[in-house]
């Protein structure tokens, strides 16, 4: 059974900084990219950054480029995502995700696998 969970999600004031981390079990992700989904009350889920399990290879959604960064470490099959000046709209439930040969698609509906979420609130 897959697992993904989530932790260090909490609460931040503006410019502040904040490490997800995600642990993956429950079967060998190669060939999957490793992602990071975002949902705001009343938004849909929106991609924030995805890491390939096998190559490293990275992708960021435009709001994050430069601000998040997106690792994995295959030894302890974890995911994490660094956040950087964090800003109010930053603000949402933050989603682990697992996607099969997922390349540069950005879709929610393409996800595999999901964890539980985690807030992240960024005061102003």
């Known amino acids: 059974q897959v697992q993904l969970v989530e932790s260090g999600g909490g609460y931040v004031q503006a410019g502040g900084s904040l490490r997800l981390s995600c642990a993956a079990s429950?079967?060998?992700?190669?060939?999957?990219?490793m992602d990071w989904f975002r949902q705001a009350p009343g938004k849909e889920r929106e991609f924030v950054a995805g890491?390939?399990?096998?190559?490293?290879?990275?992708y960021y959604a435009d709001a994050v480029k430069g601000r998040f960064t997106i690792s994995r470490d295959n030894i302890k099959n974890m995911v994490y995502l660094q956040m950087n000046s964090l800003k109010p709209e930053d603000t949402a439930v933050y989603y682990c995700?697992?996607?099969?040969?997922?390349?540069?698609?950005?879709?929610?509906?393409?996800?595999?696998?999901w964890g539980q979420g985690t807030q992240v609130t960024v005061s102003s």
């Open positions: 890491v390939s399990w096998s190559s490293g290879r990275t």
């Open positions: 429950g079967r060998t992700f190669s060939g999957y990219r």
């Open positions: 995700a697992a996607t099969w040969r997922a390349a540069a698609s950005t879709l929610a509906s393409e996800v595999d696998y």
